[in-house]
């Protein structure tokens, strides 16, 4: 599933307001501050300055209490090596692996297809079969029947009741997808191909009827002047994923962002008289979302107008895989193939979303302290995380039950920061 | 309370059943003579025990009449007819090594048998004198058959 954290960390562009440049004098003064406290090279690598803009007349988000419509939860297949994308024999049937993307799988689905598909492929199979219906088995399938392949999907739940459809649904990437060390270097390459793929991907389906994707301004809201995160190794844990099977800290996290930061749009700081909250620090980002009822629509009409079949069924161990008609197999399961494959390398990770009812015209996010909202075609996501300890929210934990008091608690603590400004 | 409208399932499905086959061209006696040949897999006891885990440990999530979620499988209907047709003891395997979802084998042998007996008794599967094993014994040679006709 997508991450529930959403928003990249925001890199605050301290000691330089980029406004301030385009005024004259204080520009200047504002120009040798930066000169003086930081390198020269971030000067040269500086972006240009955006235009002169204006405060932006923002509709408020409702978030009182009565508007929360849904509260879903989800578990994230985290595997310390990154997704599974290998390949077995069972029996004769050849399965490609696909699945244990943790808090990344909408974000990978493209990338990671293509490689599946095309290690299925390589036994040049006319036909094959995808078994399960998430996010990574349906993009899985059209992938296939791009490539010429005739699919058939198995699975116990179409898309809709999947745990992919329980994310957040915003691009993030390198959400809980890996730990840095068992997955080894070599992963970030791949990571890096899969997030390009898929991000060029989505970007095919910005526009088009219901807005299956779409960019929105996400506001990132500080009492305090907003600074990086940061997560070093705390030297006083011992304990790691290596002796326990679990990781012990967010410094054992994989971190591939900044492998795409070309592509994918930072944060920028918004002067105060472009604030439209009352808040007094904010950053202001674009942020990549998908809609889930829409994207699920596109994706499944492709599906079958491609001639593509499903079949409802169920799985109880990897022999009932050798006995479908079709000998190449993607599979597709997510945190299924725990059980299903018996692959305890696969780690849980909770997470849990709150759903506003939709508010279309106020098409933007906002993160202040530990809440998230992004307003999406099917509601206001809202996410109680907590960013000191970052990545290890939930891991280990597999309890899906829904806690409603949860993001209650999230509404009345963001209600405050989104108070209207004072004309 | 499912498990409560359940009580007395045998004689109630059979009934049903014969209702329902006295419409139907053919078959209805057939329908009859399978049910009355149902398997007895658990004992009444078990059921009852089994109810009380079921709501401590399984109804949080399944929901106190089984009925599930949008989101968590209800465990009637298309739960029964996906593991109907198989070894019970795949069931109970399953029950064992991945229930509750949260502390995944964590019921005992006995636990996982009472369940499994309640969730039997709730899908209209008739009590017996021999109770399931809490070992799982032998019951990999067991099919679980079709509940029969839903009432």
């Given at each position: 599933?997508?991450d529930?954290?959403?928003?990249?960390?925001?890199?605050?562009?301290?000691?330089?307001?980029?406004?301030?440049?385009l005024?004259?004098?204080?520009?200047?003064?504002?120009?040798?501050?930066?000169?003086?406290?930081?390198?020269?090279?971030?000067?040269?690598?500086?972006?240009?300055?955006p235009?002169p803009?204006?405060?932006p007349?923002?509709?408020?988000?409702?978030?009182?209490p009565?508007?929360?419509?849904?509260?879903?939860?989800?578990?994230r297949p985290?595997?310390?090596?990154?997704?599974?994308?290998?390949?077995?024999?069972?029996?004769?049937?050849?399965?490609?692996?696909n699945?244990?993307?943790?808090?990344?799988?909408?974000?990978?689905s493209?990338?990671?297809?293509?490689?599946a598909?095309?290690?299925?492929?390589?036994?040049?199979?006319?036909?094959?079969?995808?078994?399960?219906?998430?996010?990574?088995g349906l993009?899985?399938?059209?992938v296939?029947?791009?490539a010429?392949?005739?699919?058939t999907?198995?699975?116990?739940?179409?898309i809709?009741?999947?745990r992919s459809?329980?994310?957040?649904?915003?691009?993030?990437?390198?959400?809980r997808v890996?730990l840095?060390?068992?997955?080894?270097?070599?992963?970030?390459?791949?990571?890096?191909?899969?997030?390009?793929?898929?991000w060029?991907?989505?970007?095919?389906?910005?526009?088009?009827p219901?807005?299956?994707?779409?960019?929105?301004?996400s506001?990132?809201?500080s009492?305090?002047?907003?600074?990086?995160?940061?997560?070093?190794?705390?030297?006083?844990i011992i304990?790691?994923?290596?002796?326990?099977g679990?990781?012990?800290?967010n410094?054992?996290?994989?971190?591939?962002?900044?492998?795409?930061?070309?592509?994918?749009?930072?944060?920028i700081?918004v002067?105060?008289?472009?604030n439209?909250?009352?808040?007094?620090?904010?950053?202001r980002?674009?942020?990549?979302?998908?809609?889930?009822?829409?994207?699920?629509?596109t994706?499944?009409?492709?599906?079958?107008?491609?001639?593509?079949?499903?079949?409802?069924?169920?799985?109880?161990g990897?022999?009932?895989?050798?006995?479908?008609?079709?000998?190449?197999?993607?599979?597709?399961?997510?945190?299924a193939?725990?059980?299903?494959?018996?692959?305890?390398?696969?780690?849980?990770?909770r997470?849990?979303?709150?759903?506003?009812?939709?508010?279309?015209?106020?098409?933007?996010?906002?993160?202040?302290?530990n809440?998230?909202?992004?307003?999406?075609?099917?509601?206001?996501?809202?996410?109680?995380?907590?960013?000191?300890?970052?990545e290890?929210?939930?891991?280990?934990?597999?309890?899906?039950?829904?806690?409603?008091g949860?993001?209650?608690?999230?509404?009345?603590?963001?209600?405050?920061?989104?108070?209207?400004r004072?004309? | 309370?499912r498990?409560?409208t359940?009580?007395?399932?045998?004689?109630?499905?059979?009934?049903g059943?014969?209702?329902?086959?006295?419409?139907?061209?053919?078959?209805?006696?057939?329908?009859?003579a399978?049910?009355?040949?149902?398997?007895?897999?658990?004992?009444?006891a078990?059921?009852?025990?089994?109810?009380?885990?079921?709501?401590?440990?399984?109804?949080?999530c399944?929901?106190?009449?089984l009925?599930?979620?949008?989101?968590?499988?209800?465990?009637?209907?298309?739960?029964v007819a996906?593991?109907?047709?198989?070894?019970?003891?795949?069931?109970?395997?399953?029950?064992?090594?991945?229930m509750?979802q949260?502390?995944?084998?964590?019921?005992?042998?006995?636990?996982?048998a009472?369940?499994?007996?309640?969730?039997?008794k709730?899908?209209?599967?008739?009590?017996?004198?021999?109770?399931?094993?809490?070992d799982?014994?032998?019951?990999?040679?067991?099919?679980?058959?079709?509940?029969?006709?839903?009432?």
């Amino acid at each position: 599933m997508t991450d529930l954290y959403g928003m990249p960390e925001r890199t605050a562009d301290r000691g330089i307001g980029r406004r301030t440049i385009l005024r004259g004098a204080s520009g200047l003064v504002g120009l040798a501050g930066l000169q003086a406290c930081a390198p020269a090279r971030m000067v040269a690598s500086a972006p240009p300055a955006p235009l002169p803009g204006e405060r932006p007349r923002l509709i408020p988000l409702r978030v009182t209490p009565d508007q929360l419509i849904d509260v879903k939860c989800c578990i994230r297949p985290l595997r310390a090596a990154g997704p599974n994308l290998a390949t077995e024999l069972i029996g004769d049937t050849l399965v490609v692996h696909n699945y244990g993307h943790g808090g990344s799988g909408w974000s990978l689905s493209w990338g990671s297809a293509e490689i599946a598909v095309g290690k299925a492929l390589s036994v040049l199979p006319r036909e094959i079969a995808v078994v399960g219906c998430g996010i990574i088995g349906l993009t899985s399938a059209v992938v296939a029947q791009r490539a010429g392949l005739k699919v058939t999907i198995y699975a116990r739940e179409m898309i809709r009741r999947t745990r992919s459809f329980r994310a957040s649904g915003s691009f993030t990437p390198d959400s809980r997808v890996a730990l840095a060390a068992p997955a080894g270097a070599a992963f970030g390459d791949v990571w890096e191909q899969m997030a390009r793929l898929s991000w060029k991907a989505f970007r095919t389906y910005l526009g088009l009827p219901g807005n299956p994707v779409e960019f929105g301004d996400s506001y990132n809201l500080s009492d305090k002047p907003i600074v990086k995160r940061e997560h070093p190794a705390d030297p006083a844990i011992i304990a790691s994923w290596a002796n326990t099977g679990l990781p012990q800290q967010n410094s054992e996290f994989g971190e591939y962002r900044e492998r795409i930061r070309d592509i994918v749009p930072r944060p920028i700081d918004v002067p105060p008289d472009e604030n439209p909250f009352t808040v007094p620090y904010v950053q202001r980002s674009s942020q990549m979302h998908f809609n889930f009822p829409s994207y699920a629509h596109t994706l499944l009409s492709e599906f079958f107008e491609g001639g593509g079949r499903f079949v409802n069924r169920d799985f109880h161990g990897p022999a009932e895989y050798a006995a479908l008609p079709e000998k190449v197999v993607i599979n597709a399961t997510g945190y299924a193939a725990r059980d299903l494959w018996r692959d305890t390398t696969i780690i849980p990770v909770r997470g849990q979303t709150g759903w506003l009812v939709p508010q279309p015209q106020a098409n933007y996010g906002v993160r202040y302290r530990n809440i998230m909202l992004t307003s999406k075609a099917d509601g206001v996501v809202v996410m109680n995380t907590n960013p000191d300890i970052g990545e290890m929210l939930g891991v280990g934990d597999s309890m899906e039950l829904p806690d409603r008091g949860n993001i209650e608690e999230a509404l009345k603590i963001i209600a405050p920061a989104l108070a209207p400004r004072e004309a | 309370m499912r498990g409560q409208t359940m009580r007395g399932v045998t004689g109630a499905v059979l009934f049903g059943a014969g209702l329902l086959g006295a419409g139907l061209p053919g078959g209805g006696g057939a329908a009859v003579a399978r049910l009355a040949a149902t398997p007895a897999f658990y004992t009444e006891a078990q059921a009852e025990q089994g109810a009380a885990i079921y709501g401590e440990r399984c109804a949080m999530c399944h929901g106190a009449m089984l009925e599930g979620t949008y989101e968590t499988p209800a465990l009637t209907g298309k739960f029964v007819a996906n593991w109907a047709g198989r070894p019970v003891g795949d069931l109970y395997d399953y029950l064992g090594r991945a229930m509750p979802q949260f502390a995944p084998g964590s019921l005992s042998g006995e636990d996982n048998a009472r369940v499994l007996a309640y969730l039997l008794k709730a899908n209209g599967y008739r009590a017996g004198q021999t109770a399931l094993p809490a070992d799982g014994a032998g019951l990999h040679r067991a099919v679980l058959p079709a509940p029969g006709p839903a009432r």
